[in-house]
Structure formats: C-alpha cells, structure tokens
T-cell receptor, first 113, second 111 residues
C-alpha cells in the first residue's frame, strides 16, 4: 500500500498563477485534510472533508478551494497564487475524526515568486 | 489559534539520555495524539491517549495525560540518533471533527 500520495512534490509558481495539488489515499479513509506548515507556526488546517462529496473550512481557508469528487482523492486549488501562500502543504487521511490517527503524505513544497 | 503548545521549542541531548517534551492545551478534549516528523517528511503517528487514560506506553515511548492541568508529556527513553526529529502534540476538541496541532518540539540527539 502506498498510503497517502501527494503530487507534485515541488513547484514554483509566479504570483497570480493557478494550480492544483493532488492527494490520493488507498486506505479507504472517510476523512481527508489539507494542512500548511510554515516555520514557527506548526500545522494549520486549510480545508477538510468528512466523506465523498463533502468539504468544510478549516483554520486558514482563504485563497484556497477544495474538491472531493472521489473518496480516494482530495484536491487543493490555488486560483490566484500569492507569495503568502509559499509553504509546505500536507495532506492527511483518517478512518474517523479526531479519535483516530491521521496518515500523512510527504508534502508539496510550493514557492510563489 | 493553537490548541496545543509544546515545551520546550527545542531540546538537545546526548544519545542514551531520556528526552521529555510537554504539551499544554486550552479546552476539554476527547483524546491527545503525538506525532513525529523527520526532516523533509510527513508526520507519523506515535501514540494516542484518550481523556480517560492517564498513562500509555509504546516501546520506548511513555505518554502521560493530566486533564485537570490540561497537559501531556512524551518521554523517550534511551534516546538514539534516529530519534532526531520534531515532535507534535495534537488535540481533538470535544465536538470537533478535526485535530489541532501544536508548534512542535525540535529534538536533536547528539552521538
């Protein structure tokens, strides 16, 4: 099993460009999450999903959109990238909500110039 | 806002020594989890302790939870160079469907 796979691993964008980060999990998990990790800030939740076709806002949702059309995939979109969105993005999945461990991908390192 | 706050922010010890990290949180929780993150990698789940538990062990890891003080500690015994990583606590607030992570403790084990 691959677990949680994130693509791409690295990306450099110019301000105003758009892109989509893909997260795929093969564990049949209901819950999926997108976080960003910045130095000294820990992990902050952007959006999450409690099942196929559902999405919800996290702590820092502005500037991002998400979609969960298939249970195994969770997409994070940046419509108009800004330098403040330079970060490392992590996707995670779990069987249930906070009472179960989350399984993380290895991250996407995104730089916005 | 951060629910969990780790202390210390950074810790450097000699191989073979024990390492203790602390986590404090603000609101009532269902459970608390600890994760490890190696440089350039994603987080890996270490241990989950429920609000009705006081202590839990897993190999060289010992976690305690004091709900009256809203705090938890992670003890790594007989540390190894491979334990060098950042360690995060995460809390599941009652009624929430998500975890809130602290800022982490960066642990360095010196050979």
């Amino acid at each position: 099993n691959a677990g949680v796979t994130q693509t791409p691993k690295f990306r450099v964008l110019k301000t105003g460009q758009s892109m989509t980060l893909l997260c795929a999990q093969d564990m049949n998990h209901e819950y999926m999450y997108w976080y960003r990790q910045d130095p000294g800030m820990g992990l902050r939740l952007i959006h999450y999903s409690v099942g196929e076709g559902t999405t919800a806002k996290g702590e820092v949702p502005d500037g991002y959109n998400v979609s969960r059309l298939k249970k195994q995939n969770f997409l994070l979109g940046l419509e108009s990238a800004a330098p403040s969105q330079t970060s490392v993005y992590f996707c995670a999945s779990s069987w249930d909500s906070g009472n179960q461990p989350q399984h993380f991908g290895d991250g996407t390192r995104l730089s916005i110039l | 806002s951060q629910q969990g706050e780790e202390d210390p922010q950074a810790l450097s010890i000699q191989e073979g020594e024990n390492a203790t990290m602390n986590c404090s949180y603000k609101t009532s929780i269902n459970n608390l989890q600890w994760y490890r993150q190696n440089s350039g990698r994603g987080l890996v789940h270490l241990i989950l302790i429920r609000s009705n538990e006081r202590e839990k062990h897993s190999g060289r890891l010992r976690v305690t939870l004091d709900t009256s003080k809203k705090s938890s500690s992670l003890l790594i015994t007989a540390s190894r160079a491979a334990d060098t990583a950042s360690y995060f606590c995460a809390t599941d607030k009652q009624g929430a469907q998500k975890l809130v992570f602290g800022q982490g403790t960066r642990l360095t084990i010196n050979p």
